[in-house]
């Protein structure tokens, strides 16, 4: 079997001038084809979600629109723990609540539904890559207004150039791999 580290640099691949010039995206699209590689990914993020002796410890896993969902559902099954999607304003039917934050061109919403949690709900949040940290900490708030506490946030890639970290110092952030 692959290490993990040879699975990450395996399925990400960098796509440079994309979505625009000066930017390298980080491609998931081969890892998330290779079924033992995401098998990896998924157990390697899900273990964020639990206690040093390997029990889950979450209710509650929260995908970020939009790879956060292909990653965070996965994860919800391999904890048994429910599935909440984190959405962009406007896409989700029922109330919710919601919180804005800034971008590096503009500004923008995200929500989750308003009963979304139980008062108490353990969450683990997960995405693909923690950049700014503004849409993680955007996140953050809305579990909290929800009544639910967060147990951590789990992403596949962080960008170290980039001031996520620093931006969510005091909470519980795990990245698998750091560039």
Do not use: W
């Amino acid at each position: 079997m692959r290490s993990l580290e040879q699975v990450l640099a395996d399925g990400i691949r960098d796509i440079p001038d994309y979505p625009q010039q000066g930017v390298v995206f980080k491609d998931i699209t081969p890892l998330l084809a290779d079924h033992t590689g995401f098998g990896q990914v998924v157990e390697a993020l899900a273990a964020a979600g639990k206690d040093d002796d390997g029990n889950p410890v979450v209710d509650k896993v929260v995908g970020i629109e939009a790879r956060g969902f292909i990653l965070a559902a996965p994860v919800a099954l391999a904890l048994g723990a429910g599935f909440v999607p984190v959405r962009k304003k406007g896409k989700l039917p029922a109330a919710t609540y919601e919180e804005s934050y800034a971008l590096e061109y503009g500004e923008a919403t995200i929500e989750v539904h308003q009963d979304a949690f139980a008062p108490g709900d353990r969450v683990l949040v997960i995405d693909d890559v923690l950049a700014t940290g503004g849409t993680v900490e955007a996140c953050l708030r809305l579990i909290r207004r929800c009544g639910a506490e967060v147990a951590g946030t789990a992403v596949l890639i962080e960008l170290s150039f980039l001031p996520g970290r620093k931006r969510l110092e005091g909470e519980q952030v795990s990245a698998l791999l750091t560039v």
